[in-house]
C-alpha cells in the first residue's frame, strides 16, 4: 500500500492506494484539484468541504451521463454491462472520497 501527499485546493491530504497506481491517482487529484479550483472561483463564501462536495457530486454527474450515452441496447450488452460497472465503481470511489473529506 502506498501513501501520496496530493494538493486540493492549497490543502495537502495524504491518500493511500494501492503499489503501482500512485500516477493514476496523482492524475486523479490533479483533475479533482482542477474542478475544484473551478468552483471555488464561482462559490467564493462556500468552505472547503462544501466545495469538495459539490465537485465529487458534479463528477458523479458527468459520470452517470456518460453511462447514459454508453447503454444502448442494439450495442454489444457485454462489452456496456462492463463499461457501465467501471463506471459504477469509479462512481463510488469519488462518493467515497467525498465522505471521507467530508469527516475531515
Do not use: W
Not at 502506498?2 to 491530504?13: G, P, Q
Amino acid at each position: 500500500m502506498a501513501t501520496l501527499r496530493v494538493n486540493i485546493l492549497n490543502n495537502t491530504h495524504n491518500i493511500n492506494c494501492d503499489d503501482g497506481q500512485e500516477e493514476h491517482v496523482k492524475f486523479l487529484a490533479d483533475k479533482f484539484n482542477n474542478k475544484v479550483q473551478q468552483l471555488s472561483q464561482l462559490q467564493k463564501e462556500a468552505n472547503d468541504i462544501t466545495i469538495y462536495l459539490m465537485a465529487a457530486l458534479i463528477i458523479s454527474d458527468e459520470l452517470e451521463e456518460c453511462k447514459a450515452k454508453l447503454i444502448n441496447p442494439k450495442a454489444d450488452t457485454t462489452t456496456d454491462e462492463s463499461v457501465a460497472k467501471a463506471l459504477d465503481m469509479i462512481t463510488e470511489y469519488v462518493e467515497n472520497i467525498a465522505s471521507k473529506l467530508e469527516k475531515c
